[in-house]
């Protein structure tokens, strides 16, 4: 059903304080979150191996935790140290350990194989700890299967039409074809619209005297990670002059929490007016806003999937992206439960060439 040799992202690192037990389902397993006196960040199982409490119920000890049902307690790499009125503890005793890595803010959790745990798979989200980029962290709890927002994400032509009157503005960014191209684990994706009207929370950070151009660069590698470039420019310049744009930088990530829920962690940073912070936090409710109306479109498109007799859906040419990741997704699927994997050979768009760019350089926008 998902990715398990994989980083998925588990927590901001405000989430998870010196004395934090946070619980939290990570592809359907309950996990505990905690640090160690020295904050190394712990990932074990959240039920107890006794008779299945939530160690999130329990207590610190030092760097250890005790279940608070009968008592037992458990290192952090999950093996039972202490049971109440007993002598010996049977060194089978204990719960799982996930390998967890906090980078740039973000916890990231691996729940596969130990030994496959390459720390170098975990996606470059440079701008969540850049002194050069301000944001303010969100988060999104969903009641929807992930890949239908990933759907979401790999397909920017919605911008034109559910946010229409926040991030989109105009219908040409539907209109404009985007660049697809393969990446390891996952897509690159660069829609480039010209000559178009600002977009509406654009218009309201800056004094645009016109039309602007407008580019959207991201990777988008499993289980749902996106990092991205926008910028919003006079319209004319040269690709490279940046005199007068707003850019930004966004990392979003998507979790799923069980089949049909998902956790969304997301930001948008600036590097304009770096000491404003209402930049800052207008930025951040525009995003707020938006992915509310994101939420609304997709939980009621889940909602009637489910409620209806099965149908086919019908591709249009705005889909290239989505189809191709989810064929990224099924062939790690496949590998992991020993299918033999077929060559990769999805069809290229116009245009689209192979690529052996690492995931998260987003071309300079
Ligand atoms: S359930 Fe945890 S000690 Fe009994
Ligand atoms: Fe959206």
């Known amino acids: 059903m998902f990715v398990k040799n994989c980083w998925y992202v588990a927590a901001w690192d405000h989430e998870v304080l010196a004395d934090t037990l946070l619980a939290r389902t990570i592809i359907g397993e309950s996990v505990l979150f905690y640090r160690k006196s020295d904050g190394t960040a712990v990932a074990i199982d959240n039920r107890c191996a006794h008779r299945h409490a939530p160690l999130s119920l329990g207590r610190k000890e030092g760097d250890a935790v005790r279940c608070q049902y009968h008592g037992l307690k458990y290192a952090s790499d999950g093996r039972c140290i202490e049971i109440p ?43 969540l700890a850049d002194p050069e980029w301000r ?47 393969r990446i390891p684990r996952g897509l690159r994706v660069t829609r480039d619209v010209r000559n178009t009207v600002p977009a509406p929370y654009h218009a309201r950070l800056a004094s645009f005297p016109g039309k602007v151009d407008r580019r959207f660069a991201y990777d988008f590698v499993v289980p749902g990670v996106l990092m991205m470039k926008t910028h919003a420019k006079p319209v004319g310049t040269a690709d490279d002059d940046m005199t007068g744009a707003l850019q930004f930088h ?44 994101d939420r609304r479109m997709i939980q009621a498109q889940q909602n009637l999937i489910a409620s209806s007799s099965p149908a086919p859906m019908h591709p249009i040419a705005a889909d290239l992206a989505l189809v191709q990741f989810r064929r990224v997704v099924q062939e790690l699927l496949d590998a992991e439960s020993g299918v033999p994997v ?23 926008a």
């Open 85 to 127: 009125g007993q002598d010996t503890v049977p060194a089978k005793l204990c719960v799982r350990s996930y390998p967890v890595v906090e980078r740039q803010r973000w916890l990231w959790v691996w729940m596969g194989d130990p030994a496959r745990a390459d720390e170098a798979l975990i996606p470059q989200t440079f701008s």
């Open 135 to 181: 944001y303010k962290p969100g988060y999104l709890h969903y009641d929807t299967d992930y890949l239908l927002i990933c759907d979401n994400l790999l397909d920017f032509s919605h911008l034109s039409f559910v946010h229409e009157k926040t991030l989109g503005g105009s219908p040409n960014i539907a209109q404009a074809r985007p660049e697809v191209t």
């Open 250 to 293: 966004s990392c979003q990530a998507l979790t799923p929490e069980s089949e049909n829920s998902t956790h969304y962690f997301f930001m948008q940073a600036h590097n304009f007016r770096l000491h404003d912070a209402t930049i800052t936090e207008a930025i951040y409710q525009s995003l707020c806003t938006a992915f509310e109306e």
């Open 342 to 364: 077929r060559a990769p050979q999805p069809r290229a768009p116009r245009g689209a060439s192979a690529s052996k760019l690492p995931a998260g350089t987003v071309p300079a």
